[in-house]
Nanobody, 127 residues
């Protein structure tokens, strides 16, 4: 059974940094597109960053040049390094994985692409 477990959230002041981790188990990792999403209260879930199996990355405009997505295949872990955090980055952050290993016409930042989701880790940025 596929499981995604996030960690690394917390509370920081604006301008600070956090690194989120997502460990995958259950036989899914290297050949699958994975991504980070976030959802703030009262808002829709939005794609933050994604990494395909060939290493292509994609970022939401709001986080470009501040966030970096990366994978450690040996550890089956996906990371999101978040720098220069802003209060508007406050949200629950979720890790997601696509069960397909073939190309998809769905954007890597669309929730519709993903089949597996973690429970989320809270990030709070104070001004």
């Amino acid at each position: 059974q596929v499981q995604l477990t996030e960690s690394g959230g917390g509370s920081v002041q604006a301008g600070g940094s956090l690194r989120l981790s997502c460990t995958a188990s259950g036989g899914l990792y290297g050949n699958h597109c994975m991504a980070w999403f976030r959802q703030a209260p009262g808002k829709e879930r939005e794609g933050v960053a994604a990494a395909t199996s060939d290493g292509t990355t994609n970022y939401a405009d709001s986080v470009k040049d501040r966030f970096t997505i990366s994978k450690d295949n040996a550890k089956n872990t996906l990371y999101l390094q978040m720098n220069s955090l802003k209060p508007e980055d406050t949200a629950m952050y979720y890790c997601a994985a696509d069960r397909r290993t073939t190309a998809s016409g769905i954007s890597t930042l669309s929730p519709a692409r993903y089949n597996y989701w973690g429970q989320g880790t809270q990030v709070t940025v104070s001004s």
